[in-house]
């Protein structure tokens, strides 16, 4: 089973108590990395986010659009492209499309 993102396992607060217990060598890397279920080089990359600014330092999510999205000029331009097709091959009534990806002809 495919673990959850750190963020929706576990608050700010309750990694930054981990994330301090490594740091005073309370707890070794292994452990810490096991409590977050993440793995060690991920940890040190939280280490490090911490230790530059402990005041802004969050597991949030912090993504203000999707990233499944296209700029619009690029819509647009494949709009247009694919309006162009659909004039010079589909409404084209000299372009044979009805058999394309149809059944296979009967002989």
């Known amino acids: 089973m495919r673990k959850s993102q750190l963020h929706r396992r576990m608050t700010t607060d309750q990694v930054v108590a981990i994330v301090k217990k490594f740091l005073a060598r309370e707890i070794s ?4 990395a096991r409590h977050l279920e993440i793995g060690r080089t991920r940890l040190y990359e939280l280490v490090g986010e911490y230790s530059r600014d402990k005041r802004s330092f969050t597991v949030d999510y912090d993504r203000h659009k999707a990233n ?8 647009k331009v494949i709009i247009e492209e694919l309006k162009t097709e659909k004039k010079l091959i589909i409404d084209n009534p000299l372009v044979p499309t ?9 002989y």
């Open 68 to 75: 499944n999205r296209l700029d619009t000029d690029t819509e």
């Open 98 to 106: 009805k058999r394309h990806n149809g059944p296979s002809p009967v």
């Open 29 to 32: 890397g292994v452990a810490a």
